[in-house]
Structures are given as structure tokens and as C-alpha cells.
């Protein structure tokens, strides 16, 4: 079993539109969560961290995590073409590094 | 504040040379995490330091090894290079090791094996 799963899409909306990223994880004791934007060519670049259930919200972006469910989302609202990217869920508990998912590639037409 | 720095930008090796890769976080960081992530493909996890000891190895072979100095800056060095190698290596750094530090990547090194 993978330790992060994520719909690889690519996953297109239009502009204006909500996206919607999950990602699925395989480690009960996890203790964090991140969202990762990666334009293409370039490195990953931060863009959300929640620790607790529930949702955490910042300008566009709201994480959601269900550690029952062992689930986490990410919800972009009035999606733009600049948010064209691959979208990386990573993963972090104690005494272990970063463990990613392989990504999911979102497309915004405008 | 500066970010955390990778150098090379690029780097061109022949097969069967070794390559260093140098990473340097961001001040104050004491944790160095690296990550190859081949064409296409996903970040797989390399190695993990923090405070200057190796915590954490991927599955990768012996030839990737690496160390952290004592101002927390640390290299990656791939021996016998083979073409598979090549790929866009990451450095990321964070605060601490436990497990609610937020991580940063530099921009990567470029490896090409040829």
C-alpha cells in the first residue's frame, strides 16, 4: 500500500470554479499535513499546513483533514489559470521525513 | 531572510563519475531533508539530517550518501553515476525534526548523467 495517494488527474476546472485535491494516507500516527504547489520545471513551493481536524483556511485555499478517514483535501475557490500546477500532499510524523504523494495536475482554462 | 540555497544549478556528469550536490537552509534551520524527483515522477525521499546526524534513509542505494556540517549546511554525494540518476534533486529545511515543522525547498540542483 502506498503511503500518500493522490488522484494524479490531470484535473481541469474553469476559471472562476472551485477546485478540489484529496489526498489518502496510509500511516495512522501522522502527525502533519502539507499542501505543495509545484509549477512545472521549478520546486515545490508551500502553500498550506494543518495539524488538527477539521478546516483551515488562508485567502483561497482551505485544507480540510479527516484523521478518522485518514484524509486530506485541498479546496482552491475562484480558480485561476495561474494556479495551473501540480499539487503535492505530503505527509509527517515524528522521527521521519516528509513522505509525498506523487501529485495532482490542475489545469484552469480561462 | 534568505531561503535555503542549492548549488549547483546544474550539473553535467559522465556515467561512472561521482557528483556533489550543496545545500545550505535557511538560518536557523536545523533539519535537511533530500529528494530526487526524476522526470515525471514523484519526490522520492533520499536522506534526512538533523543536528548533524543522519535520521532517516529511503531506499536508495549506498552510493547516495551525504553528511551535515556543523553550521547545519549539508551535501549530497552520488557515486557512480549511472544515467538514471539524472533527475532534479531538492533540498528542503526545517525548523526542527519533530513532526509539525513546516519544510522549504531550494530551487534544486539539475543532475544529467551522459
Known amino acids: ?110 | 531572510e534568505a531561503g535555503v540555497t542549492q548549488s549547483p544549478t546544474h550539473l553535467i556528469k559522465t556515467r561512472g563519475q561521482q557528483a556533489t550536490l550543496r545545500c545550505s537552509p535557511i538560518s536557523g534551520h536545523t533539519s535537511v531533508y533530500w529528494y530526487q524527483q526524476a522526470l515525471g515522477l514523484g519526490l522520492q525521499f533520499l536522506l534526512w539530517y538533523d543536528e548533524g546526524e543522519e535520521r532517516n534513509r529511503g531506499n536508495f542505494p549506498p552510493r547516495f550518501s551525504g553528511r551535515q556540517f556543523p553550521n547545519y549546511s549539508s551535501e549530497l554525494n552520488v557515486n557512480a553515476l549511472e544515467l538514471e540518476d539524472s533527475a532534479l534533486y531538492l533540498c528542503a529545511s526545517s525548523f526542527t525534526g519533530t513532526g509539525f515543522a513546516e519544510a522549504f525547498f531550494g530551487q534544486g540542483t539539475r543532475l544529467t548523467v551522459v
Do not use: H
Not at chain 1, 10 to 31: F, H, K, M, W
Not at chain 1, 56 to 68: H, I, M, P, S, V
Open chain 1, 1 to 110: 500500500q502506498k503511503e500518500v495517494e493522490q488522484n494524479s488527474g490531470p484535473l481541469s476546472v474553469p476559471e472562476g470554479a472551485i477546485a478540489s485535491l484529496n489526498c489518502t494516507y496510509s500511516d495512522r500516527v501522522s502527525q502533519s499535513f502539507f499542501w505543495y504547489r509545484q509549477y512545472s520545471g521549478k520546486s515545490p513551493e508551500l502553500i498550506m499546513s494543518i495539524y488538527s481536524n477539521g478546516d483551515k483556511e488562508d485567502g483561497r485555499f482551505t485544507a480540510q483533514l479527516n484523521k478518522a478517514s485518514q484524509y486530506v483535501s485541498l479546496l482552491i475557490r475562484d480558480s485561476q489559470p495561474s494556479d495551473s500546477a501540480t499539487y503535492l500532499c505530503a505527509v509527517k510524523r515524528a522521527g521521519t521525513a516528509l513522505i509525498f504523494g506523487k501529485g495532482t495536475t490542475l489545469s484552469v482554462s480561462s
